[in-house]
Each structure stands twice: as structure tokens, then as C-alpha cells.
């Protein structure tokens, strides 16, 4: 099985990664990758915030960003996080997001915690980051979402 590689969104695989779509119905519940990518140019939360494309067989078939503070252990935000409506449903989300958490660890080795949203009522992604470990906090963000943290074992 070809293994998943992470690449930094850049101007030779932007139109790639603009072309991951999703089923209409999951479409309010992740932000798009164009504007996951303004976000990158102007960093609303973070001082650092990289966009990420996920590849498979050479071809790009999800997204991801990470908005984080440089050289904190706990301010590492997955989000964004999406699979391309045709790569649905064969285990690849939950792949996906086991190599972006070694992802962060190795390229972020003192990051210690890393949080992310999920919206009210997406229940597919609520499972998928529990089984990964992921814990509810019972808080809201200022835009409803329901934050999680996973602590990493260090």
C-alpha cells in the first residue's frame, strides 16, 4: 500500500488542492480550501498558520491546515480537514489523520496538546477524532463549535 504524504500547499499543487470537493451536504461543516488558504495569508488566530495538501498514488485527495503559536506545547489547531467526496468511505479519514498526528509531532516535537473544532451534530467526525483519542472539552468556540484536545503521550 503506497503510503500518505503531507506537501505544503504551494504554487506548483494549489489547484489541486482547490479541486478536493465535498458531498453538499458535509459542505457547511468545514471550511473551504480557498478560504482555508486566504486564512493562511492573513493568520486570524495564530502567528503561523500552513495549509497542507493529503497525497495518495500521486494524486491530492484531502486538505488540512495547522494554525499554531512557534514553539508551544499546547496551541496546535488541526483544521480544515477534509477527504475528497470521491475518497470517501474506505478507511482513509482515519488514516489520514494518524499521519498528520506524526505529522505534527515530528515536525513540532514540544507540541504537547493538539486541539481542534467540530461542528454541532457532525457525528461522523466526532467518532472518527474519539477513536483517535481526542477528548470533548463540554466548551464552545466563538463561532458554536465544539472543541477537543488530545493530549500526546510524551
Known amino acids: 500500500m503506497n503510503p500518505i504524504r503531507i506537501e505544503p500547499i504551494n504554487k506548483n499543487n494549489w489547484e489541486e488542492a482547490l479541486a478536493i470537493s465535498l458531498h453538499k451536504s458535509q459542505e457547511k461543516l468545514v471550511p473551504t480550501v480557498i478560504e482555508s488558504l486566504a486564512w493562511a495569508y492573513i493568520k486570524p488566530w495564530d502567528e503561523a498558520f500552513d495549509p497542507y495538501v493529503l497525497r495518495k498514488d500521486d494524486k491530492a485527495y484531502g486538505f488540512f491546515y495547522l494554525s499554531y503559536t512557534p514553539n508551544s506545547t499546547d496551541n496546535y489547531w488541526i483544521g480544515g480537514f477534509q477527504i475528497d467526496k470521491g475518497y470517501q468511505g474506505n478507511g482513509l479519514g482515519k488514516e489520514s489523520l494518524k499521519k498528520i498526528l506524526e505529522f505534527i509531532q515530528e515536525k ?47
Do not use: P, W
Open 108 to 154: 513540532h516535537r514540544q507540541c504537547e496538546v493538539i486541539s481542534l473544532t467540530i461542528e454541532k451534530g457532525n457525528d461522523h467526525a466526532r467518532k472518527l477524532y474519539e477513536k483517535l483519542g481526542f477528548i470533548n472539552q463540554d466548551r464552545e468556540n466563538q463561532d458554536g463549535e465544539i472543541v477537543y484536545k488530545l493530549k500526546l503521550n510524551k
